[in-house]
């Protein structure tokens, strides 16, 4: 399995930033996807979940209005708009498959992270 996120970067205040997770090893179009993201001295927390199908969305509160997840089944990738943003949005941003195997273990795949940095 693996998760390549790219697109993080500085920007400042009011900005807008896209993410992309290209996804390879397992069945992309069958997976839910998320983003995560951790804050420096901060717990990782959940951004934005997708269904398989793309036809379901959840968002933190926090993020709700301003970023949008959405994927491209064909392409293996999932993506994050991240719209209006704030200095309390700088973190390292991790695509995530959670997954149960069929003994009921519930599993997290991680890439490596991509940071995004809001400010002036």
């Known amino acids: 399995v693996q998760l390549v996120e790219s697109g993080g970067g500085l920007v400042q205040p009011g900005g807008s930033l896209r993410l992309s997770c290209a996804a390879s090893?397992?069945?992309?179009?069958?997976?839910?996807m998320r983003w995560c993201r951790q804050a420096p001295g901060k717990e990782r927390e959940l951004v934005a979940a997708?269904?398989?199908?793309?036809?379901?969305?959840n968002y933190a509160n926090s993020v709700k209005g301003r970023f949008t997840i959405s994927r491209d089944n064909a392409k293996n990738t999932v993506y994050l708009q991240m719209n209006s943003l704030n200095p309390e949005d700088t973190a390292v941003y991790y695509c995530?498959?959670?997954?149960?195997?069929?003994?009921?273990?519930?599993?997290?795949?991680w890439g490596q992270g991509t940071q995004v940095t809001v400010s002036s």
């Open positions: 090893g397992f069945t992309f179009s069958r997976s839910d």
């Open positions: 997708i269904t398989s199908a793309g036809i379901s969305t």
């Open positions: 995530n498959r959670r997954w149960r195997s069929p003994g009921g273990i519930l599993y997290d795949d």
